[in-house]
C-alpha cells in the first residue's frame, strides 16, 4: 500500500516549488560568483558609491517616518471607519504597488513638478520639490507606504475591536484607545511593516530618476548609482548590487525575527 507523505502534500508539487525557487536563487548565485573580490572593498568604498548609499539610507530613513506619519492614520481610517468609500480608497492606495514605478515619477512630476498642478503654488512659496533630494523623499515615500498600509490594516481586520470597545466602555478616550490598546495590539504588523517600507525605499529607482534626476550627493542614490555604474565600470554596478542584497537579506531576517519575538 502507497503511503502519502507526512505533510500531505501531492507528490508533483515538489517540482514546480523547486523550479520557484531556482529562478529566484540562481541570478543572485550567479551575480555573486560574478563579484571581483580582490577589488570589491575599492569597488563598494569609493567617493561616489559611499555618497550614494548614504544619500540612500538617509532618504530611506526620512521616507520611512513619512510612512508611519501618514499611513498608521490611514490604515487606521480602513480598518476602523465606516467612511463611505473606502473599497475605492483601499483600492487606490494598492496603485503604486501595481503601477510602473517610471509611471510613478512622471504622476509626480505632474503634481510637484515645476509646471505641475502644485508647482507654480510651492514655487511662489519659494519650494522646488522636484529634481532635488525632497523628491527623492517624496518618492519612496509614494512607493513605500503601501506596504506599511495594508499590513497594518490586514493586521487590524484580523484583530478584531473587542479589547478597543471594552477600553472605551472603561471611559477612555478615541486617543488613548488607539495609543494604549490598538497600537500594542498590532505592533508585529507595524515592525514588519515599517521594516518593509524602509526596503522597498532603499531599492526604489524608476520614480526617483523620473521624479527626482540624477544628482550626485543630492538625488543620486545607491540603485541610480548602480545604474552609471553599469555603463562605465560593470565590476562596480555587480559590487554595489551585491550590497543592496546584502541589505535586503538583513531586511528580510530582521523582520522574520521581529514577528517571531513578538
Do not use: K, N
Not at 508585529?188 to 517600507?197: D, I, K
Amino acid at each position: 500500500m502507497r503511503h502519502r507523505s507526512v505533510t500531505g502534500l501531492p507528490g508533483w508539487i515538489w517540482l514546480p516549488a523547486a523550479l520557484a525557487t531556482l529562478l529566484m536563487l540562481l541570478p543572485l548565485v550567479a551575480m555573486t560568483a560574478r563579484v571581483d573580490w580582490a577589488s570589491f572593498p575599492a569597488l563598494v568604498t569609493s567617493d561616489s558609491a559611499r555618497a550614494a548609499l548614504a544619500l540612500s539610507l538617509r532618504t530611506s530613513a526620512l521616507s520611512t517616518l513619512v510612512c508611519l506619519v501618514l499611513g498608521v492614520p490611514l490604515a487606521v481610517v480602513l480598518a476602523r471607519s465606516r467612511l463611505g468609500g473606502r473599497d475605492l480608497l483601499r483600492s487606490l492606495v494598492m496603485v503604486p504597488l501595481v503601477l510602473p514605478p517610471v509611471v510613478g515619477g512622471i504622476a509626480l512630476l505632474a503634481a510637484f513638478g515645476r509646471r505641475g498642478l502644485l508647482g507654480e503654488t510651492l514655487e511662489v512659496a519659494g519650494l522646488q520639490i522636484a529634481f532635488s533630494t525632497a523628491a527623492v523623499v517624496l518618492a519612496q515615500s509614494f512607493v513605500a507606504l503601501p506596504f506599511l498600509v495594508i499590513s497594518l490594516e490586514g493586521a487590524l481586520v484580523t484583530a478584531g475591536t473587542r479589547y478597543e470597545t471594552a477600553a472605551a466602555s472603561l471611559g477612555a478616550r478615541p486617543s488613548t484607545v488607539l495609543r494604549r490598546v490598538t497600537l500594542p495590539l498590532v505592533w508585529p504588523a507595524l515592525a514588519s511593516g515599517t521594516v518593509l517600507s524602509f526596503a522597498r525605499a532603499l531599492g526604489e529607482f524608476g520614480a526617483t530618476i523620473t521624479f527626482a534626476g540624477s544628482l550626485q550627493g543630492v538625488t543620486r542614490t545607491l540603485p541610480l548609482e548602480i545604474y552609471l555604474q553599469r555603463e562605465v565600470d560593470p565590476d562596480a554596478a555587480v559590487a554595489l548590487s551585491l550590497v543592496l542584497v546584502v541589505v535586503a537579506v538583513l531586511v528580510i531576517a530582521l523582520t522574520r525575527r521581529t514577528r517571531a519575538v513578538l
